[in-house]
């Protein structure tokens, strides 16, 4: 197996800031009503997710409930019928 190695550079680069930067590569910060603006958008973003989450979870507690309504409706439905696997012809195959 073979290894490669890297290289480090020995000696610091001192530049100071100002002549690094003198290119006009000047790192740009967010004003106060950037800032607020943003904080807005982010909760106004929120605030439809979560309204659309409250929607989505009604949404399936309503089918649940119409599920259980009608899983309970057919077997309440089916008490008085013999059930498929008792039959009266006992000869029959199955």
């Known amino acids: 197996m073979r290894a490669n190695t890297i290289l480090r ?7 100071p800031i100002s002549t690094t ?3 006009g590569t000047r790192i ?9 603006d943003n904080l807005a ?4 973003e929120i ?9 989505t979870q009604e949404r399936f507690k309503r089918e649940r409930e119409e599920y259980f309504a009608t ?11 013999p ?8 000869s029959a195959p199955l």
């Open 28 to 36: 740009k910060g967010m004003g106060m009503a950037d800032q607020q």
């Open 21 to 23: 930067n003198a290119r």
């Open 47 to 55: 605030a439809m997710r979560v309204a659309n989450f409250k929607a």
């Open 71 to 81: 899983t309970l409706g057919n077997a309440r439905s089916g008490a008085g019928r």
């Open 83 to 90: 059930p498929h696997w008792s039959r009266s012809d006992h």
């Open 41 to 44: 958008r982010e909760r106004e």
């Open 9 to 15: 550079r020995c000696v610091p680069i001192r530049a």
